[in-house]
């Protein structure tokens, strides 16, 4: 296993649900980043986390909330969401380096896989 | 626009035959290319990293090659095994800032026996 778990696996909700995915990391790492993944298409950077403060967000909507309380645990609040976001959540965590150097590989979480009826 | 394009989409191949995987770029400025194999209900995992200087690089049976002037990688798998069956990505770090992944969308191979 690569020391990032992920639940729930699987989750079915509805447009007017309010629910919350949740990832571990236990490598030490400090930084966390959570991408949505949809078939046939490349995945889909959407929050990163450094040292637990989020620097980068690509414009997702804010019906998905991102939240970092420590470097080891992020989570993903999601309401009021539409069925095209049914997709493959995947979080990952790397270790950025002195000065923010984001090279380090980044190790993934099997995913929760959503459902929005 | 920077972007990663793999082909092909998908293949079928028969167990411990070899085949090669496909990816092109258009990322500039380029600072290193990774592979990734994603088993089915699994995150991916990277496979090897390939930066400018580098134009070729193993891992066990699979063999990366970068060609850094025409944008291009490749990976071969040789005498394929049913748990190679997955899919491979190819993401390429560069673009606007050094932060920056580009993901491709993955060539999804299945090793039948």
């Known amino acids: 296993e690569t020391g990032v778990t992920q639940t729930p696996r699987h989750l079915v909700m509805g447009m007017t649900n309010k629910k919350s995915l949740k990832c571990e990391q236990h490598?030490?790492?400090?930084?966390m980043y959570w991408y949505k993944q949809s078939a046939k298409k490349p995945l889909e950077l959407m929050f990163v986390?450094?040292?637990?403060?989020?620097?980068e967000n690509n414009s997702v909507p804010s019906r998905f909330s991102p939240e970092c309380p420590n470097s080891s645990h992020l989570f993903l609040h999601l309401h009021t969401l539409q069925p095209e976001d049914s997709a493959l959540y995947l979080c990952?965590?790397?270790?950025?380096?002195?000065?923010?150097?984001?090279?380090?590989?980044?190790?993934f979480g099997p995913g929760t896989r959503l459902l929005v009826l | 626009k920077n972007q990663v394009e793999q082909s092909p989409q998908s293949l079928i191949i028969l167990e411990g035959k070899n085949c090669t995987l496909q990816?092109?770029?258009?990322?500039?400025?380029?600072?290193?290319l990774r592979w990734y194999k994603q088993d089915t209900g699994r995150g991916p995992v990277s496979l090897t990293i390939?930066?400018?200087s580098e134009n070729t690089k193993s891992n066990g049976r699979y063999t990366a090659t970068l060609d850094a002037d025409t944008k291009q990688s490749s990976l071969h798998i040789t005498a394929s095994q049913l748990s190679d069956s997955a899919s491979y990505i190819c993401?390429?770090?560069?673009?606007?800032?050094?932060?920056?992944?580009?993901w491709g969308a993955g060539t999804k191979l299945i090793i039948k026996p």
């Open positions: 490598l030490g790492h400090n930084a």
């Open positions: 986390y450094s040292l637990e403060e989020r620097v």
């Open positions: 390939m930066t400018f």
């Open positions: 993401v390429v770090r560069g673009g606007d800032s050094n932060y920056q992944l580009i």
């Open positions: 990952a965590s790397s270790q950025e380096g002195p000065g923010g150097d984001r090279e380090e590989t980044q190790y």
């Open positions: 990816c092109n770029y258009t990322v500039s400025p380029f600072s290193n």
